[in-house]
T-cell receptor, first 117, second 114 residues
Framework: EAGVAQSPRYKIIEKRQSVAFWCNPI?????LYWYQQILGQGPKLLIQ????????DSQLPKDRFSAERLKGVDSTLKIQPAKLEDSAVYLC???????????????FGPGTRLTVT | AQSVAQPEDQVNVAEGNPLTVKCTYS??????LFWYVQYPNRGLQFLLK??????LVKGSYGFEAEFNKSQTSFHLKKPSALVSDSALYFC????????????FGGGTRLMVKP
């Protein structure tokens, strides 16, 4: 079974530029998550999708971050414009079970390491 | 609000010795609890989870964790550490009665020395 795919693996941009990350979840996984992991910290959830609908985006800085999952499969996370404090690893994860339908574990991709200079 | 505390930034243990990585949590309801491991330049890998039932949960690579409701803890353990166990370990909690968010602790770096 193929895992969660993410691209690019690394990205360096200057502040105020834009950047986009792509994620393809495990086949059949309805739920997709984007996390931000700042160096030395645990992952923090940015947004959660169930199929192509947003379940939770309460921690997404909506003035500069946006995400979509138009066809309910792969997803794109965008930052525009980037700030220095956005430097982090952006992790995508997916899970099979829908929220509220019981326990589930999330499967993570390798992440995209973003450096904003 | 739910939260997770991993009180040790780093745990050092000699190969062959038992290891414990500590985790305490706070939720308003009943928790789902998880342990994940992260190797350098890789995403998080699921180790084990507590949902209900037996307080001792067994997971991948010989790891286990004990759920203690009275102490609100979910410590990760292994009877005999391997050098290859050296990695970053994250505890996570979800309140099964209050939303969908999984909250992670800050992580504990495990160093196993030969």
């Amino acid at each position: 079974e193929a895992g969660v795919a993410q691209s690019p693996r690394y990205k360096i941009i200057e502040k105020r530029q834009s950047v986009a990350f792509w994620c393809n979840p495990i086949s059949g996984h309805a739920t997709l998550y984007w996390y931000q992991q700042i160096l030395g910290q645990g992952p923090k959830l940015l947004i959660q999708f169930q199929n192509n609908g947003v379940v939770d985006d309460s921690q997404l800085p909506k003035d500069r971050f946006s995400a979509e999952r138009l066809k309910g499969v792969d997803s794109t996370l965008k930052i525009q414009p980037a700030k220095l404090e956005d430097s982090a690893v952006y992790l995508c994860a997916s899970s099979y079970r829908s929220p509220g339908q019981g326990s589930y574990e999330q499967y993570f991709g390798p992440g995209t390491r973003l450096t904003v200079t | 609000a739910q939260s997770v505390a991993q009180p040790e930034d780093q745990v050092n243990v000699a190969e062959g010795n038992p290891l414990t990585v500590k985790c305490t949590y706070s939720v308003s309801g009943n928790p789902y609890l998880f342990w994940y491991v992260q190797y350098p330049n890789r995403g998080l890998q699921f180790l084990l989870k507590y949902i209900t039932g037996d307080n001792l949960v067994k997971g991948s690579y010989g790891f286990e964790a004990e759920f203690n409701k009275s102490q609100t803890s979910f410590h990760l353990k292994k009877p005999s550490a391997l050098v290859s166990d050296s990695a970053l370990y994250f505890c996570a909690v979800r309140d099964r009665n209050a939303g969908n968010m999984l909250t992670f602790g800050g992580g504990t770096r495990l160093m196993v020395k030969p």
